[in-house]
């Protein structure tokens, strides 16, 4: 069973960087697809980034392009989410998410954490 732990949740002022950890306790490459996503109060979980890991090709929402940046390291079972120029309404419960199937990770299926708590002021 794949566990999934964030970190690095804060709260920090507008423009500033925050950098998100996921720890995923057996990340094998049948997990092809890492995610993160958020979910503000009262608005829909909605897609930030995601790595392909065969080949490393990420995609970014259109509000994350630019000021996120998603990345792997194998070797510590960590994925991560390089946060720049934060905005008040990037403020939301960030989550990762796992699965062999990024169709199965976009529907909001497969391994997920429990969230780390960003907020922008």
């Known amino acids: 069973h794949v566990q999934l732990v964030e970190s690095g949740g804060g709260s920090v002022q507008a423009g500033g960087s925050l950098r998100l950890s996921c720890k995923v306790s057996e990340y094998t490459y049948s997990n092809n697809c890492l995610g993160w996503f958020r979910q503000a109060p009262g608005e829909e979980r909605e897609g930030v980034a995601l790595l392909w890991t065969p080949d490393h090709s990420t995609y970014y929402s259109n509000s994350a392009k630019g000021r996120f940046t998603i990345s792997l390291d194998a070797a510590k079972n960590t994925l991560y989410l390089q946060m720049n120029s934060l905005r008040p309404e990037d403020t939301a419960m960030y989550y990762c998410?796992?699965?062999?199937?990024?169709?199965?990770?976009?529907?909001?299926?497969?391994?997920w954490g429990q969230g780390t708590q960003v907020t922008v002021s």
């Open positions: 998410a796992a699965h062999q199937d990024c169709k199965v990770v976009a529907g909001f299926g497969g391994y």
